[in-house]
């Protein structure tokens, strides 16, 4: 009988977090269920355009910190 595995256990997968004995166990998992292995492509592609995305602060943010350290007297940004 395969354990039923979660999306916590794919996390856990992915992030490298198993025990061997848990990765053979979700690999035969995946190999068997489609479904399983479908959510945990999903979770792939996921996190590669997770990691594509470029975060910046807005302008007004970063107006703020500039007044706010000139106001204390703290070193020019």
Same mark, same amino acid.
Request: aromatic share 6%; hydrophobic share 40%; no cysteine.
């Given at each position: ?14 992030y490298?977090?198993?025990n061997?004995? #848990? ?7 995946l190999?068997?269920?489609? %479904? ?5 492509v ?8 997770? #990691?594509?995305?470029?975060? %910046?602060?807005?302008? =007004?943010v970063? =107006?703020?910190? =500039? ?8 070193? =020019?940004?």
């Amino acid at each position: 009988m395969i354990k039923p595995f979660t999306p916590n256990d794919l996390i856990r997968y992915i992030y490298q977090e198993m025990n061997e004995v #848990e990765q053979d166990l979700l690999v035969q998992a995946l190999h068997s269920d489609e %479904s399983l292995m479908q959510e945990y492509v999903e979770m792939l592609s996921t996190l590669d355009q997770l #990691e594509q995305i470029q975060l %910046s602060p807005s302008e =007004k943010v970063v =107006k703020a910190i =500039k007044l706010r350290a000139q106001s204390t007297g703290l070193q =020019k940004v």
